[in-house]
Each structure stands twice: as C-alpha cells, then as structure tokens.
C-alpha cells in the first residue's frame, strides 16, 4: 500500500500536500482500493469557504457514493477537472493525476490534528 511520508492524512481518508498557504487534497490509496472502480468525482464547491469537516464534494464508485471531507477551513480554489472525463485516474494515480482539490486553507494550526504517515498506516492497520 502506496502511504507517502512526506503528505498528511485524515481519518476520513484524504490526504493533504501543503505548499505554503495552499494544499492539494486527494483521497488515499486505501480508500480507492476500498471504493473500487470510481467513475464520478462531482465538486459543486469550488470558490466557496468551507469549515474543516464539511463537505467539499462527492466519489462515486460502482457499488458505493461516499462523501468528500474538508481536511482543513479555507476557500476551495481549484478542482481537477481531468477528473470529469478520467474518473479513474483516482484509482490508477491517487497522489497524482487522481488529486481532488486545491484550497486556500486559512487556520495553520489545523494542521496540528492531521495525522502523519505513521499515524494513518496504525489507523488503516497498514
């Protein structure tokens, strides 16, 4: 299982790559595995401010939908829009190709409560 040390992550599955005030957010390896084949990504927030925890969008695989959680407050500035046409691009390259959202993240110390590589593999059992 593909877990890379220099990214956060959430209990929700979603990971986070901070670059200054803006962070890249995906969900994980894991949770593509979990979902299977995903074949919609649907993210009706972007140039809006979200709390933490809210809702930012939705995945959609073949036997499930599952809600898309905000790891950290801010204004959602970005969605991949590669995504509407290549869905699958979460499960073949999550951390890549497969990123979900950039945000404008505006409360640095929610960073203090992702968790880190080693914290999310004890979560998963990994």
């Not at 929700?12 to 790559?17: G, N, R, T």
């Not at 499930?64 to 590669?82: A, C, R």
């Not at 945000?103 to 914290?119: G, P, Q, V, W, Y």
């Amino acid at each position: 299982m593909n877990i890379p040390s220099e990214l956060k992550y959430t209990k929700d599955h979603e990971w986070i790559k901070i670059e200054g005030d803006v962070a890249t957010v995906g969900i994980t390896d894991f949770a593509q595995k979990e979902l299977g084949d995903i074949v919609y990504v649907e993210v009706e927030t972007v140039d809006e401010t979200l709390d933490k925890e809210e809702v930012f969008g939705t995945v959609e695989a073949v036997k499930t939908v599952s809600d898309l959680f905000l790891p950290l407050s801010g204004e959602i500035i970005e969605f991949n829009e590669s995504l509407e046409g290549e869905p699958e691009n979460v499960n073949t390259d999550p951390y890549g190709e497969g990123w979900m959202i950039k945000i404008k993240f505006s409360d640095t110390s929610e960073i203090e409560d992702l968790l880190d590589s080693e914290a999310y593999k004890e979560l998963i059992g990994a």
